[in-house]
Nanobody
């Protein structure tokens, strides 16, 4: 079983930066593809970025060039560095891990970007 705990959400002004962290428990972190998803007010949950165990990354078009996903397998942690934040980035951000048929979610962390 894997547990995921997000942190780092906050209120920030447009143009600012935040770094989200997701700490994992369990012994299969290194093989999990990790990702960040978000759900804005009145919107469906959407993919933000993913990173495989080997470090291959993928980003939603809306965040390319602004957000960077990374992972530290030694610390069992995945990060999301968010720069040049926009009000439309306001959402609850969820950490996700999956491998084969197994999927894990964190509880979410709120990011609010004021204009």
């Amino acid at each position: 079983q894997v547990q995921l705990v997000e942190s780092g959400g906050d209120l920030v002004q447009a143009g600012g930066s935040l770094r989200l962290s997701c700490a994992a428990s369990g012994n299969i972190f290194n093989i999990l593809t990790m990702g960040w998803y978000r759900q804005g007010p009145g919107k469906q949950r959407e993919l933000v970025a993913t990173i495989t165990g080997a470090g291959t990354t993928n980003y939603a078009d809306s965040v390319k060039g602004r957000f960077t996903i990374s992972r530290d397998n030694g610390k069992l942690t995945v990060y999301l560095q968010m720069n040049s934040l926009k009000p439309e980035d306001t959402a609850v951000y969820y950490c996700n891990g999956h491998w084969a048929m197994a999927e894990y979610w964190g509880q979410g962390t709120q990011v609010t970007v004021s204009s």
